[in-house]
């Protein structure tokens, strides 16, 4: 589906760059990845971060709005605290459906800048986004009620990644204390 949107945004640690080149993602194919909302794009600014220090959902439309819930403490001081740029590009040759999450479109070209927006600090940012209301920003401890607080939700996750051969061992680096109940999830999934 052709993204309906005039704009999407790229978010990079590189400042200065003139052109998003395509990249081999985990989709296994070259694309430059980006979005057609600005707080998701900041978000990946940041090059640190993944599924296990953070959860992220929405799409940062009016009935889907963008939530990212820190998942244990001090995490996002780390992930977060760098700056970048939040790059605007033509959103024509963009296309959605093709990752899986309706927040992230793609393009088969390399994409030229039209504009580029210097982030000092992403962490900052984050929470000034908070305050505008374009994104729910959850500090640990606290979180919506349906991400339990043991972050067990991300074991049926580590189980897929498991079957399709991700490494997993940075998992159990940071939840040492999932090991047991991911072992057990495991067995009831072979089973």
Do not use: C
């Not at 940062?60 to 403490?73: A, F, H, M, Q, T």
């Amino acid at each position: 589906m052709v993204n309906e949107f005039n704009y999407v945004y790229h978010g990079s640690t590189h400042q200065g760059l003139k052109k998003i080149n395509k990249n081999k993602s985990t989709h296994g194919k070259p694309w430059v990845y980006a979005t057609s909302s600005k707080a998701i794009s900041t978000i990946f600014i940041s090059n640190k971060g993944s599924d296990l220090y953070y959860y992220l959902s929405g799409d940062g439309s009016e009935n889907n709005p963008v939530i990212l819930v820190e998942r244990k403490e001090n995490m996002f001081k780390d992930i977060f605290n760098v700056s970048g740029s939040l790059y605007t590009l033509n959103g024509k040759n963009f296309i959605s459906g093709q990752t899986g999450w309706s927040a992230e479109v793609v393009s088969e070209f390399d994409e030229n800048v039209l504009y580029e927006e210097y982030i000092n600090n992403v962490f900052e940012k984050l929470k000034e986004l908070n305050e505008k209301g374009e994104l729910k920003f959850y500090l640990y401890p606290k979180r919506p009620n349906f991400i339990p607080k043991d972050n067990s939700d991300l074991i049926p996750k580590i189980i897929r990644w498991k079957k399709r051969g991700i490494n997993i061992e940075q998992f159990f680096e940071i939840y040492p204390e999932l090991k047991e109940k991911y072992l057990e999830n495991l067995k009831k999934a072979e089973k």
